[in-house]
């Protein structure tokens, strides 16, 4: 028992110690925050409130205007040049609403007084013109109120401007000044007063009684549409990525193209002479959306992307006649129709007609049906035709178990020459044929086999040259096509760089309405297509430019950098530029661009990090 209690006596004196030493842990915790609270975190070092000019504030001057007086009508918003600048400021808005059963009284009783004084001949001439002026004013305001139901507000606008260099604050303060006078508004510099203005400005909801008086005007409910301050073309959607920054007032522009909410689509269109910087933005779009891990497919005819996909590791497929990859024109893919579809040689005729039209030129009406014969024939010798089940290899019980045909079940070039050449009505055609079965093209003669498992795919045409690049690039497309119709849910981008080389005089209108399928239906699979060239005058050349405008139409977002005289009347003629407008499409300096952003028209300078230049330069 003795035991027992000396144990519980250290059991308690353990236990009041813990007490005491938590208790003096606690009594220095509550010391050190007592110490410090919110205010002291926020506050500024210092304050200095000597000159009657300005106020210093931790190194930083600021200086203040009123707004006094303003134009009796108003047809622009009042505060949208200032905004558009990249002067730093801090403006406040207050409105006062007034009781209207009051401020009708007052009017009435203020109308019956002047109209005493206006009878009264002993005034001179001045007097009558002020009283009749104030008589008319309070008559409008009361009509106004009684018919047309409007209220009756007191206005005040205080404008804190601030920099961290007195001769800059002045420069600033004298530009903000002239900008409001042309715009009809009388300012105040707040001398004497800079602490009450500042405070106002603040966002505390402070409307200083000192210098209320001087900035006191009244308003109806109408006026005040005019003074409206967020009016900048500012785009900042919530899951985009930067694009850059408003070139009048450094704002950032986010952009989700994929907001199917705000946009019709996700397709885009980049426009820009050589060296303006259209290249460098496509860059940065793919870096971006790469690591969004967004599925990204490049069509690139100049080796623009090469170095920037290995940095990203991405795949490269080159076409050419060094190359030991191989795409077959001929491929039927399983994913070229979606499921519930049928006709999946139906769909394919109907593609390779446009790319036969690239090889033998526009064939007729005759010339084309007798071809689409012959591809009917070809297909059957591999045991292929419009039964859809003719496309899939059974098991050998042949029970429901199926797969789709490889590559190597499909025709070739070779076996269209073949039927070609016998027929003495398309051995024409067959001659046409054989610099891709024999000659400096034989790699177009070749069972695909590439493999597209990458997310970021690029596609290197550069060794087709000039004139054989169009061929390189249907090809591709309509591979890079399939692959984008396989999940509607996942999102996705093609890039066309010198898409008018598909849609322009060079091709044909069953090339041009392919591309614009893409363009009108990518957004149903959840992807973007994307239109880049520097030939605007290319891409309006054929069918009258039908195909170009139509494009250009069905992309939500356009970006366009310095381009030359003659194609920004181009341009001019197909979508609805002002004279403004084109005014600073041919002033841009690299990097800088006018983007048609859904609705909002902003001109934007590109924005990259010294990171994202050295994978992209």
Not at 25 to 43: H, K, M, P, S, V
Not at 476 to 490: M, S, T, Y
């Amino acid at each position: 028992m003795r035991k027992i209690n000396t144990v519980l006596n250290k059991i308690k004196k353990l236990i009041n110690y813990k007490k005491i030493k938590n208790n003096k842990i606690q009594d220095n915790l509550d010391f050190y925050i007592g110490t410090r609270n919110l205010q002291d975190e926020i506050a500024p070092s210092y304050i200095n409130i000597n000159n009657p000019k300005y106020i210093e504030i931790d190194n930083m001057y600021y200086s203040g205007l009123i707004i006094v007086n303003y134009y009796r009508e108003q047809n622009d918003l009042l505060l949208k040049n200032i905004l558009e600048t990249n002067i730093n400021m801090n403006i406040s808005i207050f409105y006062e609403k007034q009781d209207q059963y009051k401020t009708i009284k007052d009017l009435t009783y203020h109308i019956g007084n002047v109209g005493v004084d206006i009878k009264d001949n002993n005034q001179n001439r001045e007097d009558i013109d002020i009283a009749i002026f104030t008589y008319n004013d309070a008559k409008y305001i009361r009509k106004e109120m009684q018919v047309n139901n409007e209220d009756l507000y007191f206005l005040y606008i205080y404008i804190n401007i601030f920099s961290d260099n007195l001769k800059d604050l002045e420069y600033n303060i004298n530009n903000i000044e002239g900008m409001l006078q042309s715009k009809g508004m009388q300012t105040r510099r707040a001398s004497f007063r800079e602490e009450q203005l500042f405070k106002s400005c603040l966002p505390i909801f402070e409307n200083n009684e000192d210098i209320k008086n001087s900035a006191r005007r009244n308003i109806l409910t109408s006026g005040i549409i005019s003074t409206y301050p967020f009016i900048s073309s500012n785009i900042f959607d919530e899951n985009g990525i930067l694009v850059g920054k408003n070139i009048y007032d450094n704002s950032l522009i986010f952009v989700d193209r994929y907001n199917t909410e705000k946009y019709k689509n996700a397709n885009m269109c980049i426009f820009g002479t050589s060296g303006a910087g259209k290249s460098f933005y496509t860059k940065l779009l793919i870096l971006r959306y790469r690591l969004l891990g967004i599925e990204q497919y490049v069509i690139d005819p100049e080796r623009e992307y090469i170095s920037l996909t290995k940095a990203l590791e991405g795949t490269v497929i080159k076409i050419g006649p060094s190359s030991s990859e191989f795409i077959n024109v001929l491929d039927i893919r399983e994913e070229s129709l979606e499921e519930g579809e049928k006709g999946y040689l139906a769909t394919k005729i109907s593609k390779l007609i446009g790319f036969f039209n690239l090889i033998f030129g526009n064939l007729n009406e005759e010339e084309k049906a007798i071809l689409e014969e012959k591809l009917i024939e070809l297909y059957n010798l591999k045991n292929i035709n419009f039964d859809d089940n003719s496309l899939f290899v059974y098991d050998k019980e042949n029970i429901i178990s199926k797969k789709f045909k490889s590559s190597k079940d499909m025709p070739i070039l070779e076996d269209l020459y073949n039927i070609l050449n016998k027929d003495e009505k398309t051995k024409k055609l067959a001659i046409k044929l054989i610099p891709f079965i024999k000659g400096s093209l034989n790699f177009f003669n070749n069972y695909t086999n590439v493999e597209l498992n990458n997310k970021l795919i690029i596609a290197d045409v550069y060794e087709l040259g000039e004139d054989n690049l169009k061929f390189g690039l249907f090809v591709f497309v309509e591979l890079f096509w399939d692959k984008i119709k396989i999940n509607r849910k996942n999102k996705k981008a093609i890039y066309l760089d010198e898409i008018w080389r598909l849609i322009g005089v060079t091709s044909n209108k069953d090339v041009a309405g392919f591309i614009y399928k893409i363009f009108k239906t990518i957004r149903k699979y959840g992807g973007s297509a994307v239109a880049i060239t520097q030939d605007i005058s290319d891409l309006f050349s054929l069918e009258n430019g039908i195909y170009g405008k139509s494009i250009l139409n069905n992309s939500s977002i356009k970006s366009f950098f310095s381009l030359e005289e003659e194609n920004i009347k181009i341009l001019s003629e197909n979508i609805n530029l002002s004279e403004k407008e084109k005014i600073e499409i041919k002033s841009l300096k690299r990097g800088e661009s006018l983007m048609f952003i859904g609705d909002e028209h902003i001109l934007v300078n590109v924005e990259a990090s010294d990171y994202e230049k050295k994978l992209i330069l």
